[in-house]
C-alpha cells in the first residue's frame, strides 16, 4: 500500500513564527502536492510538484512555499504565520493520472 | 479551467436506504473523475474512479458512480445506507497540465445516516 505520512498530527504556532510541515511517500511518485481544507470550501491545492526541484503555484498560494530536495520529501513552508492560515492540511502523491494517495492531515492552529 | 459542483452540502438518509451523491462538473476536454471519502480526523480515501472506460464505475464498499456525459455528471449511489457510510464525500476532477495530473475537488457533501 501507498503511505504517505505527515509529520504531525496537530501543530500549534504563533503568529509571525516560520513554520515547517513535512510530507514523505514511499511509492517512488513523482508528483507531490499540498492542499488546504476548510469548512465549505473542499480542498484547495496550494503547490505541487512533479520532480525534484520542481514546484508550481496552485490556486492559493500566497503567504506560502514549498520545497522538494528529494524525490520522496515535499515540505510547505509558511514563511510568516497568520491567524488566516489556521486549517487542515493534506499533503498527497500521486504518478501520472492514476488517483492521488493523501496523508491523514496537520491540523494546524496559528495563535 | 475545470471546476465541480456538489449539490448538497448535507445529505441525511435512513439505514438501508438509497444514497444518492450528486457531482457535476465542467471540463474542456475528456475528464477524468474521482470519488474520495473522508472519515473523520483521517486524510482522503479513494472511491473510485472515471478514466474514460465503462460509464458505470464501482468502487469500494458498495458504492458505484455513473458517467454520463451530456448531463456532465457523475453521481455517487449506494443502495442501502450503512451507520459506517457517515463520513465526508468529495468528488474532483483531474486536469493534465505539466507532467501529471492536478485535482480539482467540489466543496463536499456530509453523510448522515440515521437508525
Known amino acids: 500500500d501507498v503511505k504517505v505520512t505527515q509529520s504531525s498530527r496537530y501543530l500549534v504556532k504563533r503568529t509571525g513564527e516560520k513554520v515547517f510541515l513535512e510530507c514523505v511517500q514511499d511509492m517512488d511518485h513523482e508528483n507531490m502536492f499540498w492542499y488546504r481544507q476548510d469548512p465549505g470550501l473542499g480542498l484547495r491545492l496550494i503547490y505541487f510538484s512533479y520532480d525534484v526541484k520542481m514546484k508550481e503555484k496552485g490556486d492559493i498560494p500566497e503567504g506560502y512555499s514549498v520545497s522538494r530536495e528529494k524525490k520522496e520529501r515535499f515540505s510547505l513552508i509558511l514563511e510568516s504565520a497568520s491567524t488566516n492560515q489556521t486549517s487542515m492540511y493534506l499533503c498527497?502523491?500521486?504518478?501520472?493520472?492514476?488517483?492521488?494517495?493523501f496523508g491523514d492531515g496537520t491540523r494546524l492552529s496559528i495563535l | 479551467a475545470q471546476s465541480v459542483t456538489q449539490l448538497g452540502s448535507h445529505v441525511s438518509v435512513s439505514e438501508g436506504a438509497l444514497v444518492l451523491l450528486r457531482c457535476n462538473y465542467s471540463s474542456s476536454v475528456p475528464p477524468y473523475l474521482f470519488w474520495y471519502v473522508q472519515y473523520p480526523n483521517q486524510g482522503l480515501q479513494l472511491l473510485l474512479k472515471?478514466?474514460?472506460?465503462?460509464?458505470l464505475v464501482k468502487g469500494i464498499n458498495g458504492f458505484e458512480a455513473e458517467f454520463k456525459k451530456s448531463e456532465t455528471s457523475f453521481h455517487l449511489t449506494k443502495p442501502s445506507a450503512h451507520m459506517s457510510d457517515a463520513a465526508e464525500y468529495f468528488c474532483a476532477v483531474s486536469e493534465v497540465t505539466g507532467g501529471g495530473n492536478k485535482l480539482t475537488f467540489g466543496t463536499g457533501t456530509q453523510l448522515k445516516v440515521e437508525l
Open positions: 472515471y478514466t474514460s472506460a465503462a460509464t
Open positions: 498527497a502523491s500521486g504518478s501520472g493520472n492514476q488517483p492521488q494517495h
